[in-house]
C-alpha cells in the first residue's frame, strides 16, 4: 500500500512471480500483502507461485513504473524501499536507494 497505492486505490493488476520464475516447483495461490495496519494493504490476490517460500527469496511486481513510485508514501513511518529495474542487457540496475528511518526522521524539526 505505502510502496504501490494502486491495486488497493483502483484495483490495478500487477503481474507477480518470483525473481526466478524459471522455477519448476509446484505452484499454489497467495494473496502478496503489505505490512500496514489497513485491509486494503496488498499488492495482489490470488497470484500463482511456487508452494515453497522461504524468508530472503524476492519477488517481483512486475510493470510498477514511474506511478507507483510517485504515488508511494511514508504513511505509518514506512521507509521507501529500493526500486531496481532491468536494463536493456537484462542486468538489474538500482534506480532509487531504500529509505532508511534517518531520512525519515531528518524533514522534522525540534522547536
Do not use: W
Not at 505505502?2 to 524459471?22: F, G, K, M, W
Amino acid at each position: 500500500m505505502t510502496e504501490c497505492i494502486r491495486p488497493a486505490l483502483y484495483q490495478a493488476y500487477h503481474h507477480i512471480d518470483t525473481v526466478n520464475s524459471l522455477s519448476t516447483e509446484e505452484r499454489i495461490l497467495f494473496d502478496i500483502v503489505g505490512p500496514v495496519c489497513e485491509s486494503g494493504d496488498f499488492l495482489g490476490k490470488q497470484r500463482c507461485l511456487p508452494k515453497i517460500l522461504k524468508r530472503g527469496d524476492f519477488l517481483a511486481v512486475f510493470d510498477v513504473g514511474a506511478y507507483c513510485s510517485s504515488m508511494s508514501s511514508n504513511y505509518n513511518m514506512r521507509p521507501r524501499p529500493a526500486e531496481y529495474a532491468l536494463d536493456e542487457h537484462e542486468q538489474i540496475q538500482i534506480l532509487k536507494k531504500r529509505e532508511t528511518n534517518e531520512d525519515l526522521l531528518r524533514t522534522y524539526c525540534v522547536a
